[in-house]
DNA sequence: GTCTATAGATCGATAGAC
DNA sequence: GTCTATCGATCTATAGAC
């Protein structure tokens, strides 16, 4: 069957997308308009409502995908192993899951406040399974004697944190390769949870 | 001499960069009109540029103001003793000063991207000072033998990444009190740097 | 110093032709 | 599925009265 006059295959969808993933990353939600995103893909702004019924559907879905997917990487890893095996699994895969797609990253935690409240509480669900995920390794962890911390909820959110800023910093191709800074964070990780 | 009217005895400006600084927290610079500001504050729109010549200048200032505070306040805390020491009392002081500016925070480190580039090197300069402050005490450490840290310059973004992440969950009159979460976080960051 | 009023631009979203 | 055209709202910033 024929397609009708304009289609593009079918990829305009994902290129939207592309779009403005990396618009919002740059410029911030509130800050791009969606005519700059149809720019960018090569429509007029009206084309975009084929896709996506308004601005914040198109904001919620960038971020729920790559929620969804963060969740699904972590399972398909496989951890296993004790309780610092575990760990350093766990530290590894986020660094690298989270320099691969620093776009994604940057507007799933900057973009919070521009979320309505329904698609808020949908988000915050989803990030708090992955931090549940390092939770309970940290609890095994110090169930076993392998950890000593005092607060594994703190802890928790420290690691994470701790991991977060490799993304304002590293560039690859600069003094240390991925494997390094891995290691180095490892290492203060380890060090910081007693292991 | 008599003032004229509508003066407000020059409480004005201090008044408006609140409303800014508590609206650019919640809603992100570029989704804050000058309107929803004059609005807080209880004037016209026009009035703010009696202030402010124009709304990028506004977010300059709150930023600046907000960086050379936590330089000073820094400056006055006069560390003193070993590295050990110098560590802890800038693991608490970071902790104290941010909790107690968590509007101020959040924009130092949200709204970068809505500075012009101009402003942007100015802000970047600022902060690079502060982070420089501890790398210096973890250098001093490290000639010492009172750490152990293969990278100072990742180790202290590691730490300050790992210290913001406390005002994502800190709430005042929760679980821990202040003094009990800068105990749990300094704990961690002596071990992590192998102190 | 604040007001009203407005210029001039841009926004999200929709309607209807093709 | 994309286009052109546009509605109605909102924006930053300015001008001039008081």
Redesign the interface.
């Known amino acids: 069957m024929a397609r009708t006059q304009g289609s593009h295959s079918g990829i305009t969808g994902p290129r939207i997308r592309a779009a403005a993933l990396r618009l919002f990353a740059?410029?911030?939600?509130?800050?791009v308009s969606m005519r700059q995103i149809a720019k960018e893909v090569g429509v007029q702004a009206g084309a975009l409502y084929n896709y996506t019924p308004d601005k914040q559907s198109l904001l919620f879905r960038l971020m729920e995908t790559h929620m969804r997917e963060l969740l699904a990487a972590w399972a398909q890893e496989g951890a296993s192993g004790d309780a610092l095996a575990q760990l350093k699994s766990f530290v590894c895969f986020h660094i690298r899951f989270h320099m691969e797609r620093p776009d994604a990253v940057f507007i799933a935690y900057?973009e919070l406040?521009?979320l309505n409240e329904e698609n808020f509480v949908g988000i915050e669900a989803l990030r708090r399974r992955y931090e549940d995920a390092l939770e309970q390794i940290l609890k095994d962890g110090v169930a076993s004697g392998c950890f000593r911390i005092?607060?594994t909820k703190?802890?928790t959110?420290?690691?994470?944190?701790?991991l977060?800023?490799v993304m304002?910093?590293y560039r690859s191709g600069g003094r240390?390769s991925l494997e390094e800074?891995e290691g180095?964070?490892w290492?203060?990780?380890r060090?910081?949870?007693?292991g």
């Open positions: 740059q410029h911030g939600y509130a800050a900057m406040r521009n005092p607060d703190i802890a959110l420290a690691v994470i944190a701790m977060n800023g304002t910093w240390l800074v180095v964070y290492e203060m990780v060090k910081a949870v007693g």
